[in-house]
């Protein structure tokens, strides 16, 4: 079974400054997917950024990186220059080969002072 | 806006009632995925169609059910509604059963609040 633990359950963060949102999963598969999901106040899910086992290369989107430590079974989410509108729930995910649901952490709520 | 479509987007009723949530996938995705987040939960998933049939199944109660038809818009059914039925219900998509874990991101709708009274 698929595990996603997200550790830290809010954080607060000065405008402008670089947050990093920890996820470690837990899986016996080798081949599997790594996504990170935002949720606003409306609540809606917003996709932003993917990162497959293989990928030799931490991914990046924009203010998104991806910080893919694959001994660790860690894949935190690094967002550069915090905005207010950064203020959301992030979610961690995993799918694994084969499979095609998403199995979600937690969550962690991130808050973005002025 | 993801693509995909929820609703109703808000919904109260009573314990012992049954409701109906709809959901229309994006365009050209097969996929569809019922998703439940409540406060103690998270997001737990509830079950998936491809292109009409079940193809996996999560922590779904026995008193949920849903399908997908021809046209591949799905409907999740709650019955016998009880007060920790009460969640956020979201909706989402994909494109299809591509083989590799990067199968592409699920597309999520807004989501059907019910609340249970």
């Known amino acids: 079974a698929q595990k996603i633990t997200q550790t830290q359950p809010g954080m607060f963060v000065q405008e402008k400054e670089a947050v990093t949102l920890d996820c470690t999963y837990d899986?016996?598969?080798?081949?599997?997917?790594l996504f990170w999901y935002k949720q606003p106040s409306s609540g809606e899910m917003i996709f932003l950024i993917y990162?497959?086992?293989?990928?030799?290369q931490n991914a990046t989107e924009g203010r998104y990186s991806l910080n893919f430590q694959k001994a660790r079974k860690s894949a935190n989410l690094v967002i550069s220059a915090s905005q207010l509108g950064d203020s959301a729930m992030y979610f961690c995910?995993?799918?694994?080969?084969?499979?095609?649901?998403?199995?979600f952490g937690q969550g962690t709520r991130l808050t973005i002072n002025p | 806006d993801s693509g995909v479509t929820q609703t109703p987007k808000h919904l109260i009723t009573a314990t012992g009632q049954r409701v109906t949530l709809r959901c229309s996938p994006r365009?050209?995705?097969?996929?569809v995925y019922w998703y439940q987040q409540s406060l103690d939960q998270g997001l737990q998933f509830l079950i998936q169609?491809?292109?009409?049939?079940?193809?996996a199944k999560g922590n779904i109660l026995e008193r949920f059910s849903a399908q997908q038809f021809p046209d591949l818009h799905s409907e999740l059914n709650l019955s016998s509604l009880e007060l920790g039925d009460s969640a956020l219900y979201f909706c989402?998509?994909?494109?299809?059963?591509?083989?590799?874990?990067?199968?592409?991101?699920?597309?999520f709708g807004e989501g059907s609040r019910l609340t249970v009274l």
């Open positions: 989402a998509s994909s494109l299809g059963l591509a083989g590799g874990p990067w199968a592409g991101e699920l597309f």
């Open positions: 899986t016996s598969d080798q081949s599997y997917g």
């Open positions: 990162q497959g086992s293989y990928d030799e």
């Open positions: 995910a995993m799918r694994v080969q084969g499979a095609q649901k998403l199995v």
């Open positions: 365009s050209g995705d097969l996929s």
């Open positions: 169609y491809y292109n009409g049939e079940e193809r």
